[in-house]
């Protein structure tokens, strides 16, 4: 969360001419706004419609931005197991500027419940990363143009 997924995803896409979607984004236009979607159903509700979100996107050929909590479920861990996925991890100290508490049910203690999160996924990120970038410090421009860059290397 607060990595910069969306804005570098679709930077990405552009460079690689092919569409970008975003399964928040997704969800959000199907279903209504994700926090109201965690009050009125709950987690349990939303992982669901992410996990159909996810599958539908990861049929097309694009560049696809996942929500952080999407690699919870193990069918989407198998989805992606023969997929390029770029890793965007973020400092704490980074993220701080970044995240909107407001936006974010999951994250209603700001910065202590970005890192408690992060910590418990880390091994599922790291395991699923065919490369990582930082967006910690750079330009988010200079990071999806090194991500579209490597990209272009692989076909």
């Known amino acids: 969360m607060g990595a910069g997924k969306t804005r570098i995803g679709r930077r990405v896409a552009k460079a690689l001419d092919v569409p970008f979607l ?3 984004k997704i969800i959000v236009a199907e279903h209504g706004p994700i926090a109201g979607i965690f009050e009125s159903r709950g987690e349990v509700a939303f992982r669901a419609l992410e996990k159909d979100a996810v599958a539908d996107a990861l049929a097309e050929r ?4 996942l929500g952080g909590g999407a690699v919870l479920n193990p069918e989407t861990r198998a989805a992606l197991a023969d997929k390029t996925v770029v ?3 973020v400092s704490a100290d980074a993220v701080a500027a970044r995240i909107k508490t407001d936006k974010r049910p999951l994250l209603a203690n700001g910065t202590a419940d970005w890192q408690r999160i992060y910590d418990e996924r880390r091994a599922i990120y790291d395991e699923l990363a065919t490369i990582t970038f930082d967006t910690s ?18 076909a």
Do not use: N
Request: proline share 4%; glycine share 4%; hydrophobic share 45%.
């Open 87 to 89: 890793l965007l991890t």
């Open 62 to 65: 694009a560049v696809v931005s």
């Open 22 to 24: 975003d399964t928040d």
């Open 137 to 154: 410090t750079q330009p988010i421009e200079r990071i999806a143009a090194d991500i579209a860059t490597w990209a272009k290397g692989r």
